[in-house]
């Protein structure tokens, strides 16, 4: 069965500083990633998407992701946060099922 | 403007008194699901449908019905509510099968059941 790990709960950084976000999946076929964020009393947005072709996705705000097959990873970065990076955050696979499974999310407070 | 609308936001039922949570989209979308996020384990899906009249259960379907008798809307209904279904509710569609645009989430509704 499909499965999707995120390693961190709860993350706090400061205003600048880098971020990864770690995802793992467990599933043997070809995948379908996602990275989805919930800023505080919104819903769902996606941030990027995975499909096929180059592993480095960037998507919108600044944030990226990189395939790794090897690794069954789909690790979120970014180089630099703000405050109104503030949310939380979801990682989510599909395979050939369909069915879009997500992982428990990181809640991520950045400090100004 | 392309959105999944939702209805109520907000919802304190007691236990045992039917409800529904309306889910309607705007884009012709085919295929519509149901998840309830809790804190600490994320998203589940309750139920989708891949078009109308065509419905299967998700991963957690247990006390919910959904129907789809139009494409637009996708109705989740609590025949018997219990407090154990208070959570953080989002419809959420797609254009098919394909996953090219991923889904668009409604903005929730926040269920509490005393």
């Known amino acids: 069965a499909q499965s999707v790990s995120q390693h961190n709960h709860h993350v706090i950084l400061s205003e600048a500083a880098s971020l990864e976000l770690g995802c793992n999946y467990s599933y043997g076929g070809t995948v379908n990633l996602f990275w ?28 990226e992701a990189e395939f790794i097959k090897s690794k069954f990873s789909f690790n ?37 | 403007e392309a ?10 039922t007691v236990t045992g008194k039917k409800l529904t949570v309306t889910c309607s989209q705007n884009m012709n979308h085919e295929y519509m699901s149901w998840y309830r996020q809790d804190p600490g384990l994320g998203l589940r899906q309750i139920y989708y449908s891949m078009n109308v009249e065509v419905t299967d259960k998700g991963d957690v379907p247990e006390g919910y019905k959904v129907s789809r008798k139009e494409k637009r809307n996708f ?6 509510p219990s407090p154990n279904q208070t959570s953080l509710y989002f419809c959420a569609s797609s254009l098919g099968m394909g996953w090219d645009y991923g889904y668009t989430f409604g903005s929730g509704t926040r269920l509490t059941v005393v």
């Open chain 1, 36 to 63: 989805y964020v919930q800023y505080p009393g919104q819903h769902l947005q996606l941030l990027l998407k995975y499909f096929s072709g180059d592993p480095l996705v960037k998507g919108i705000k600044g944030f």
């Open chain 1, 76 to 112: 979120l970065r970014k180089p630099s946060v703000q405050w109104s990076d503030t949310a939380e955050y979801f990682c989510a696979v599909s395979g050939a099922t369909n069915k879009l499974i997500f992982g428990t999310g990181t809640l991520l407070a950045v400090q100004p």
């Open chain 2, 3 to 12: 959105q999944v609308t939702q209805n109520p936001r907000y919802l304190i």
């Open chain 2, 75 to 80: 109705p989740l209904i609590l025949e018997s």
